[in-house]
């Protein structure tokens, strides 16, 4: 088996958005609104699921939909190192 | 260490090296990193990007990011053992592209004030997570219905029951006339739908890619 170690990243999803007031439930600028669902969409296609590590990765945009977004992305990687791990027999999340 | 950029059928593709199978039926284009790349926002959507470019010179097989072997070995033995399917794959997505849908609900929950008391705070807490609750249904039904309506505009579609999200494979010159499609779907008064993209058929892809086993750091 080849073994590679994962480093810890930290994936911003939106800068603009992360930490403001912004909201992607209220927002009025629809543009930037646009924006921010467009980089959640890609983000959530593109990254390959497998390589990120719970608690090594952190998405930042703003509220509920982000959650999901990082609940998926983080169930992913369970599944990857339930798989490659020899002391996750709990599935520990 | 190689990072894997897409399948292709056989042909240079500026940038990138490629190794074809032995009966030259398919091709990985791929470069190679002397380390895992940074997950940022500035290189996903340089790969992305790359992908894009790739795609006007004919179909191609997306590899997420980043999808990372040893060395090309790996990839000479996965790219003989797959070949037939990847070329049936390749010719299955010609001239399509992924186009997205997302629901957003409209409204925010309340947040919870501080309140007279440790049990109206309470209270008040459990009421925003109903709600936050509530709004998630509703955008998940949301969006099954209008990936009932427009899965049939598409050539192939995937959306897993409860996401936010779905995804359709459509013809590259309908792209357009399906985002307007998306835009006429009635999701009611709590919940819009965004449409994204176009992008490279990532939703689509059948054949996983080789890639490295990963350790938990």
Not at chain 2, 118 to 132: I, V, Y
Request: net charge negative.
């Amino acid at each position: 088996m080849i073994e590679h170690r994962v480093r810890p990243t930290r994936t911003e999803v939106s800068e603009e958005a992360s930490g403001s007031d912004s909201s992607l439930w209220a927002s009025e600028d629809e543009v930037s609104l646009q924006r921010q669902v467009t980089l959640l969409d890609l983000v959530d296609r593109v990254l390959e699921k497998g390589v990120v590590i719970s608690g090594d990765i952190i998405l930042s945009v703003a509220d509920v939909d982000l959650v999901r977004l990082d609940l998926r992305l983080l169930l992913g990687a369970v599944d990857a190192i339930t798989s490659a791990g020899p002391d996750n027999k709990e599935g520990r999340r | 260490m190689i990072q894997i950029v897409a399948v292709t059928a056989p042909r240079p593709i500026g940038g990138l090296e490629t190794l074809e199978d032995t009966e030259g039926r398919v091709a990985i284009a791929y470069k190679h990193v002397d380390e895992q790349p940074d997950t940022t926002v500035r290189t996903i959507t340089d790969h992305v990007a790359c992908l894009t470019r790739m795609m006007e010179g004919g179909p191609l097989i997306p590899a997420r990011f980043p999808t990372l072997v040893q060395d090309t070995g790996s990839l000479e033995s996965w790219l003989d053992k797959h070949a037939l399917e990847l070329a049936e794959e390749l010719a299955a997505l010609d001239g399509c592209v992924e186009v997205g849908i997302r629901g957003i609900a409209k409204q925010q929950p309340d947040k919870p004030a501080a309140g007279s008391s440790g049990r109206e705070f309470m209270a008040k807490k459990l009421e925003s997570q109903r709600q936050a609750e509530s709004a998630q249904l509703a955008v998940a039904h949301a969006v099954e219905h209008a990936h009932q309506i427009l899965q049939d505009a598409s050539v192939r579609s995937v959306h897993e029951p409860g996401s936010p999200s779905a995804s359709f494979l459509v013809r590259k010159e309908d792209a357009r006339s399906f985002q307007g499609k998306v835009g006429q779907v009635d999701t009611g008064r709590t919940v819009r739908i965004f449409c994204t993209g176009s992008w490279p058929p990532f939703s689509f892809v059948r054949t996983p890619f080789p890639r490295l086993e990963v350790v938990h750091a």
